[in-house]
């Protein structure tokens, strides 16, 4: 599995808006995951969105509503639109792409194979 790579990060006022993109490999005829991931100093890497192949994507609570991710099969691109920012959402963003041979809900499964990151600056 070749390596993602992130882009699109920056540093914006609260309340703007980024929209990141990861080249990123999917599994052709297969279901597969795909997520954002962010990690501010000091935290845990935690899961932000989740792309599911065959189903509905999904949100951590924090950014419901004001994130959205998506993905573009031909330019094999994940996306992760991010708007309304806030100073708690400032991190290093990073995506991921797994196999869901079992077809279990994304949020449960192990991500590994992570790029360089994009990092996102949010300043009041």
């Known amino acids: 599995q070749v390596e993602p790579v992130e882009s699109g990060g920056g540093s914006v006022q609260s309340g703007g808006s980024l929209k990141l993109s990861c080249l990123v490999s999917?599994?052709?005829?297969?279901?597969?995951?795909q997520a954002w991931f962010r990690q501010a100093p000091g935290l845990e890497r935690e899961g932000v969105a989740y792309?599911?192949?065959?189903?509905?994507?999904t949100y951590a609570e924090s950014v419901k509503g004001r994130f959205t991710i998506w993905r573009d099969v031909y330019k094999n691109t994940l996306f992760l639109q991010m708007n309304n920012l806030k100073p708690e959402d400032t991190a290093m963003y990073y995506c991921?792409?797994?196999?869901?041979?079992?077809?279990?809900?994304?949020?449960?499964?192990?991500?590994?194979?992570w790029g360089q990151g994009t990092q996102v600056t949010v300043f009041s």
């Open positions: 792309f599911d192949n065959g189903s509905p994507p």
């Open positions: 991921a792409s797994v196999p869901n041979y079992s077809e279990s809900s994304c949020r449960d499964r192990p991500y590994f194979n």
């Open positions: 999917g599994y052709p005829g297969y279901r597969y995951c």
